[in-house]
């Protein structure tokens, strides 16, 4: 939309016109006027006049002595007492009159002392005065210097207008505004059927999301002028100057009409009356001919008025009734979609690479308004050209998110060694305890680089998706998550200090929450302690029960805070080798990313080598101790016991190999499990050779082994379960033994062996 601007000249070029006159009053008639007269001389000087025969003419009376030159110039000076002054003036030639200077006819006087003047500011003051009528809009109903004009800038329809395709992520307001559009495109069709329009759509919605620009775009989509005006401009120091550009507002646009009136920020004008006296008449006034205006005795004009606020609850009921502002429409903040499509519009202006990741981009700058997204494309697009591309990249956008979040990067910041190393076990802490929780967002960076907005360093969560609800593990998770600094900080140095500022606010904040807001605790179960008011501007909280209840209230707060501080103590206690090195490598490269975390701390290769160490060692150990016992002479009485023994012992340690194993490894377990079979089978060979002239002996044995498979096969097939992956069965085992004259136990036991593998 183009704005209409009445073309004007600047009061300073009046001010240059008077200017002018006054420089040829004072220049050129004054001075002419000046030449006509009398110059006072004294007796000397007409003395010698005199003798230089230069007078022409002289006018002698009882006080002065009035003479002129021959050049025309009048002189005047006081009488002596000179009986010889007749005759020497008769001597040089003199002439005697009885008057010299001729007198202005008092019509040409008074025509050129006081009519002329007079007329000529007269005309200027007409001409100023209809100039500033004009500009106050309404002539003699107008007040003076344009204090009752509404000011209001008024935009006409224009090929490069908004339209609803340049606002994104509003899809349920636009199609709110999409009916205004059709009526005035299509008013008989509403006629027909006799509905109306509403007269007033109320836009309401956290600053920046886009409600001015939704207007404009429903002017765009109209084709209609369009009247834009803020609720401070009807604010005067003068009674009725509000009232009178609210009536000029108005009639412009019935003028105009069908039209939009939009008014910006109207809780400016429109708070709740009280019944105070002494309070503010002239908003007070300003809001009842609003109110008037809106909902008047005439009828459906064409105007229809949009007005925005983040503040609805602060509107006066009369205002936001059916027939005044019958339509409320939300304009909240993007969701995950919405984010990203206000991206991909913004990111159209400039010049950004092909393969930018929006989604993920929209992940990252989750809770941001639209006006917070346009400001991250642009500063993309400013860090690009600083580094000298002719286009912005991914990284571009990610830097551009953590500028708007946590300020640019301090270059000439230095901490020291010391500091740095808290730095670094305090990002950590965060990052560990959320990673160890369940229903935690991913860890996406962590850097310990100063910002400009005072942090020293941060980490970033990313959630997989669009959350609406949080449960309480959830919250409290948050809780430890926000503690995990300062936990690092207690178990690793033994000392507190102040960087922990912000994390105790935020904690303290979601704690209060949890028990005034959301009754997620068992005292108070689903009573409302708090009451929320500008919840588009911040939700400011003040509590609403009595002073005992607040007390319970805190103790409530303190609990659950040092609860889950304990709780993350404990989580980084417990990984305490992990948090060390991380720590160190967040210490050395400063700026780590989530993958580069999750890597460190799930080291998938190092679990595979501890696992294979380990069962190797206990199963070459039987190996080695089965073999003595068959060297020795004594086997028949001790291998019995000590084969059941090592039996025992071997199965506890692999137990507690199986158990020690994370869930997010449990390939990695089965490998170790099928290692340990193989194993398993040697040594069953080992056994069946070496003793089989003795079937009792070897008969309890292949009972002792047979109770170690199972134990295997068991772990196994839950971990089979777990992972629904089917395994393929072995006959390794059954395959080692070679023995065709074995005897009926041996068959037996060998078919259990291919069953269970």
Known sequence: MNEVKTPKKPLIFYYVMVFLLLMMLNFMAIPWMAERQVREVDYGTFMTMTEDKKIAKVEIDESEIVFTDKDGNIYKTGPMNDPDLVQRLHDSGAEFASQIVEQMSPFLSALLGWIVPIAIFMIIGQVMYKRLMDKAGGGGNAMMFGMGKSNAKVYVKSSEGIKFTDVAGEDEAKENLTEIVDYLHNPDKYREIGASMPKGILLVGPPGTGKTMLAKAVAGEANVPFFSMSGSEFVEMFVGMGASKVRDLFRQ????????????????????????????????????????????????????????????ESLDPALTRPGRFDRRVPVELPDLSGREAI??????????????????????????????????????????????????????????????IAGYQKKNAILTDKEK????????GHALVAAKQTNSAPVQKITIIPRTSGALGYTMQVEEGTHYLMNKEEIENKIATLTGGRAAEEVVFDCVTTGASNDIEQATKLARAMITRYGMSDEFDM???????????????????SADTQKEIDEKVVELVKREHEKAKKILTDNRKKLDELAMFLYEKETITGEEFMKIL??????????????????????????????????????YAQANQLIEQATAQAQRILDSATEDANNIRIGAVQYTDDMLGK????????????????????????????VVTNNRKELVVEDEEPQQETAEQAEAVEDDSEDVVYEENDDLLDDDI
């Open 253 to 312: 646009a019935k003028e105009k009409a069908p039209c939009i009136v939009f008014i910006d920020e109207i809780d400016a004008i429109g708070k709740k009356r009280d019944g105070n006296m002494g309070g503010n008449d002239e908003r007070e006034q300003t809001l009842n001919q609003l109110l008037t205006e809106m909902d008047g005795f005439e009828g459906n004009t064409g105007v229809i008025i949009l007005a925005a606020t983040n503040r609805p």
């Open 343 to 404: 991206l991909k519009v913004h990111a159209k202006k400039i010049k950004v690479s092909d393969n930018v990741d929006f989604n993920k981009i929209a992940r990252m700058a989750s809770g941001a308004s639209g006006a917070e997204l346009a400001n991250i494309v642009n500063e993309a697009a400013l860090r690009a050209v600083r580094d000298g591309r002719a286009y912005a990249t991914q990284a571009d956008l990610e830097e551009s998110i953590e500028v708007v």
């Open 421 to 428: 190393w808290t730095v670094a076990y305090h990002e950590i």
């Open 527 to 545: 009573v409302a302690l708090e009451t929320v008011t500008n919840q588009y501007l911040g939700g400011d909280a003040s509590l609403s029960c």
């Open 602 to 639: 799930n080291n998938k290769d190092a679990i595979i080598s501890d696992a294979k160490e380990q069962a190797e060692s206990i199963l070459n150990a039987a190996q080695i101790q089965t073999e003595e016992l068959i060297n020795e002479h004594e086997i028949m009485q001790r291998a």
């Open 683 to 710: 040594l069953q060979y080992i056994i069946e050779h070496s003793i089989k002239d003795n079937k009792e002996k070897y008969t309890s044995l292949m009972t002792g082994l047979e109770n170690v498979l199972t």
